[in-house]
């Protein structure tokens, strides 16, 4: 079956660097876009980031541009998202989602708490 674990969350101060990583497992990797949610308690789950099939690296809220960068390595079923220069508004849990077949699937989350 599908599934998806990420790994990399943790405690970090402001301006901090963190490296989120996604493992897939369950379907070939490669045919499949993969992206990178967060979420705030309260807010709705915002998407941040896409790393296409066919090799584009998309990051879409403009609060993140030229700080996150997504990469994936699909000899190792691994999607990564680069936090640089991190904020006290990216406390989130972030999750890794594909859309695989016709299932949306997701992972367990991973918790980022940026400290000001």
């Known amino acids: 079956q599908v599934q998806l674990v990420e790994s990399g969350g943790g405690l970090v101060h402001a301006a901090g660097s963190l490296r989120l990583s996604c493992v897939g497992s369950?379907?070939?990797?490669?045919?499949?876009?993969m992206n990178w949610y967060r979420q705030v308690p309260g807010k709705r789950r915002e998407r941040v980031a896409t790393?296409?099939?066919?090799?584009?690296?998309?990051i879409y809220p403009a609060s993140v541009k030229g700080r996150f960068t997504v990469a994936r390595d699909n000899a190792k079923n691994t999607v990564f998202l680069q936090m640089t220069n991190l904020k006290p508004e990216d406390t989130a849990v972030y999750y890794c989602?594909?859309?695989?077949?016709?299932?949306?699937?997701w992972g367990q989350g991973t918790q980022v708490i940026v400290s000001s």
């Open positions: 989602n594909s859309e695989v077949a016709f299932g949306d699937y």
């Open positions: 369950g379907f070939t990797f490669s045919r499949y876009d």
């Open positions: 790393a296409t099939s066919t090799g584009d690296n998309i």
